[in-house]
């Protein structure tokens, strides 16, 4: 019972000098240090970055299968329209530059 009620009291003493320690103050220290200078960062955590890898993946599929979408419909189109229809409809077009009317300055 005494070497039992022995042992309890030196882990104790020993566990509260570890707790007290310089390394123990030093880890607390660097710790709280290193979650600051985190915080300040613009991190994310590696859910969120996966979440947003995946939505990428995901736009870039989307935005091929609307790039070779556009390719049809355009190369249906191309075979309606004649080239003298092209050039009539690029010159009723308003020319911005010959139309804006230029700022007087002082």
Do not use: C, H, W
């Amino acid at each position: 019972m005494i070497a039992k009620q022995l042992f309890e009291e030196a882990a104790s003493k020993i566990s509260e000098t570890l707790a007290n320690s310089p390394a123990k103050d030093f880890e607390k220290n660097a710790k709280a240090m290193l979650g600051s200078a985190f915080n300040k960062m613009d991190l994310v955590t590696r859910e969120e970055y996966d979440i947003q890898q995946q939505i990428l993946i995901k736009t870039r599929v989307k935005l091929t299968e609307l790039e070779a979408r556009l390719a049809q419909l355009e190369a249906q189109l191309a075979p309606q329209v004649s080239p003298a229809e092209t050039s009539e409809a690029q010159a009723a077009e308003p020319n911005p530059e010959k139309t804006t009317p230029k700022r007087k300055t002082k």
